[in-house]
């Protein structure tokens, strides 16, 4: 088949072009070198999560499955890739404590490694094939991110990475640009997820829904290498994605790799997390525990606390009656009056803070009802470039005590070391896994260009 002209070139044929042509030779050492600690630091969020109940759950229905090839499960046994890929998700997504990028959409790009170890496994790649299906997918999600908001329709922003993990599955599969197109077109017109993941008291469903989207964009992938062709134009059709979901159509600029881009590849734009936590809280937590310090740690003198923040944090984290008494740990670490009262009541954030026993704790949540939450619009225009978050403290002789961060740790523009991402590695991994072998998992993921098989790292991350 003839390459279209690039007047009529779609969408999703030029997506499945660059999926189908990036290479790792493409790929500068300081871009290869992110994807190894965006691995890192899934992986630490992923055996964090292990304890949950909801893995517990998952994990019955995907051991109930068996398939050729199959792919390994974080923790140990093995499923279908999909449901590997489900599962895997799930571990990443669930503790809130892994990447971000913000946006037109906020997002969670590194939820898409889950489909990369999955079907790298079974499709028998090596490392520079799993580093570059990596930052192609980091590459595909923040671009259309960029490109359109999905919330302010109800849309939910897993939505891009049913299509961002359709392509770095496909990239591994080996597909050609043909049917990488025709995987977008399946996986487009059957994903687009409902905002109500995020709203009101949140369930365990919100660390599960970039896992679905995931294992769906995996399933089109691998149905799309049988040769089955999915609808288009995907995106410009009369009933397709512009029309229907983003509600205007738009353009990508050049992409990493591409001649004519020029601001570089995407992954080392997003930000790894340094408190288990709803991003937008992050720099509201940092401005809480620089004001504790102030006080010493006298807050019995804090008489109120005044958050004042942007839209997005706001219409996210910070409207709902439910985050000043949240009764599931999903609603806790999607709270700002939660997670600011807990920094400045415990001088931290931790995954102890998101324990039934704490968020539920009569004498936090009364403390909780200390803070009020204002939209304040002046901040809006320095989103999503930084997270402006002010808080001030009104003392009990009157005083005030205002403190505002915009780029927290762990923030691209102030980014955390190497050092500091093996710690928060070491904290989540050695505790289940031991110093010993998580040291190992740690020397495969930092020399990942080496490896030969995922299986070899899977059996790293094998309880059993």
């Not at 997918?137 to 919330?151: F, I, K, P, T």
């Not at 392509?167 to 591994?172: E, K, P």
């Not at 839209?311 to 984290?317: D, G, H, L, Q």
Request: with cysteine.
């Amino acid at each position: 088949m003839a390459e279209p002209s690039s007047a009529t070139t779609t969408l999703a044929q030029r997506l499945a072009r660059y999926a189908a042509t990036l290479r790792f030779e493409d790929l500068p050492p300081e871009v290869v070198h992110e994807a190894k600690r965006r691995l890192i630091d899934s992986l630490a969020t992923a055996v964090g999560a292990l304890p949950a109940p909801a893995y517990a759950k998952v994990k019955r229905c995907a051991c109930r499955v068996s398939s050729q090839p199959p792919a390994s499960l974080i923790g140990g046994g093995q499923s279908s890739v999909e449901w590997a890929t489900f599962v895997n998700g799930l571990l990443i997504r669930y503790l809130d404590y892994n990447d971000t990028y913000l946006s037109l959409e906020p997002a969670h790009p590194s939820d898409n490694w889950s489909a990369v170890l999955a079907v790298g496994e079974a499709a028998g790649a090596k490392g520079p094939e799993l580093i570059t299906a990596a930052v192609l997918a980091y590459e595909v999600q923040c671009r259309l991110c960029d490109a359109a908001s999905l919330r302010r329709h109800g849309i939910d922003h897993v939505t891009y990475g049913a299509i961002s993990s359709t392509l770095a599955a496909g990239r591994l599969l080996r597909l050609d640009s043909e049917r990488l197109s025709h995987a977008v077109g399946i996986a487009g017109v059957c994903n687009i997820a409902l905002r109500q993941t995020r709203s009101g008291e949140l369930s365990e469903w919100k660390g599960c829904a970039f896992a679905n989207a995931a294992r769906n964009g995996v399933f089109a992938a691998l149905v799309a290498a049988e040769g089955l062709t999915g609808p288009a134009p995907i995106f410009e059709g009369d009933l397709g994605f512009f029309r229907l979901v983003t509600r205007q159509p738009f353009t990508l600029p050049p992409m990493g790799g591409e001649a004519e881009n020029r601001d570089g590849f995407m992954i080392g734009k997003t930000y790894i997390k340094y408190w288990p936590a709803e991003y937008h809280s992050q720099s509201a937590i940092d401005a809480a525990l620089q004001l504790r310090r102030q006080l010493q740690g006298n807050i019995q003198r804090i008489q109120s606390i005044r958050v004042d923040t942007f839209e997005a944090s706001y219409n996210i984290i910070g409207k709902y009656p439910q985050a000043w008494a949240p009764q599931t740990r999903e609603t806790a670490d999607h709270s700002l009056p939660y997670c600011t009262a807990a920094a400045l009541y415990d001088g931290d954030v931790t995954l102890e803070t998101f324990e039934e026993r704490r968020f539920t704790d009569p004498d936090l949540i009364r403390f909780t009802q200390r803070v009020q939450v204002v939209h304040d619009p002046a901040l809006d225009a320095r989103y999503p470039r930084g997270i402006p978050n002010r808080i001030t403290l009104t003392l009990d002789d009157g005083t005030t005590l205002v403190r505002e961060v915009e780029f927290p740790r762990g923030h691209a523009a102030n980014p955390m070391t190497d050092q500091e991402v093996e710690a928060k590695f070491r904290r989540l991994v050695e505790p289940h896994y031991g110093p010993e072998k998580a040291q190992a998992i740690l020397s495969c993921c930092w020399n990942l260009e080496q490896l030969n098989s995922v299986t070899e790292l899977m059996r790293l991350l094998d309880k059993s």
